[in-house]
C-alpha cells in the first residue's frame, strides 16, 4: 500500500467548480452537489478507501458496514472541510460557530511572551483552526509545512480567497525554516506544525499508537525541544454542519527530550482518533508491516 507523498490531491476544475457553487449559491447547496462527489470517490477511490477500511477494522475493530459507513462519512467530512475553508476565506465566517477547550492555555502561552509551538495532526480542520486561532488567540499564526500542493490550485485559491490568513513557513532542504521559526517565536507568534505524517527518506521516529508501531517524523519534536517558547498539542475537529470543537493541551514549559515530546503527542493523537475516526484523514498505510 503506498505511503504519503507530501502533496495535496485534487484537481483545479474540482476547485474552480466549488468555489463557484459557494460564492453565488451557497455554502448549503455546495454541501449537497458534495454528498454526490463523495459518493463518486467512495465508489472509485479504491486506495485511500481501502487504507481506511483496513485503519478501522484492524485499529478500531470496526467491520462490516458499520466500517463502510464511516469511510463514506470521512469522505464527506473532508469534502465539508475543504469547502469550509474556501467559506471562511470568502468571508463567510459568521455562518460558522465553534467551543474551545481549554482556550486559556493559549492565552496563557501568548501572555507568557515567547511564543508558542502548536503541534497538530492531519485530524479536522487545521486550517479553519488556524484562521479561527488568528485575531481571537493572537494576530500572527505560522504554519510550517511542505510547499508541495500542486502550483496552479495554489495559485487559483490565492487570487480567488485572497489566501490563508495566516503565514506559511515551507520546509526547505537549506533548514532556512529554522531560522523563520526562530524569528517567529521571538516575536511573540504561534508556530503550528504537523506532527503526524513523515516522508520517505525523512528521519522518524517510531512509537507505539494504537496498539501499533507507527513511524511518525522526527523534525517537528526536535524543533520542539530545541526552543524555549511552550509546547502545546491542538485540535480541531469539526462537531455540527457548521461548527468546530477546538482544544488545546496544559503547555509544556519543562525542558524535554524529542522522544518525551512524542510520547506525550501520540497519546493526545489516541483520544481525538478514538473520539473522531469519521476524522482521520490519512489515506494511506500508516503502520510498519
Known sequence: MSRWDGKTKGSLLGYKIFLFFVKVLGLGFAYKLLKLVTYYYYIFAAKPKNALLEFYKDTLHITGKPALALVRKNFYIFGQTLLDRAAFLLGKESAFTHTFENEQYLLDIRNGGKGGMLLSAHLGNWETAGNLLKGRITPTINIVMLDAEVESIKKFMDLSTGGSRFKVIPIKNDLSHIISIRNALVNNEFVAIHADRYMEGSKFIELDFMGKRARFP?????????????????????????????????????????????????????KKVRQYPEQWFNYFNFFQE
Not at 237 to 259: F, N, R, V
Request: glycine share 6%; charged share 20%; no cysteine.
Open 218 to 270: 522526527y523534525g517537528p519534536f526536535i524543533i520542539a525541544s530545541k526552543f524555549t517558547a511552550p509546547v502545546t498539542f491542538v485540535f480541531a475537529a469539526k462537531d455540527g454542519e457548521h461548527s468546530y470543537h477546538l482544544s488545546a493541551t496544559a503547555p509544556i514549559t519543562q525542558k524535554m527530550k524529542p522522544e518525551e515530546i512524542a510520547g506525550l503527542y501520540v497519546k493526545e493523537l489516541e
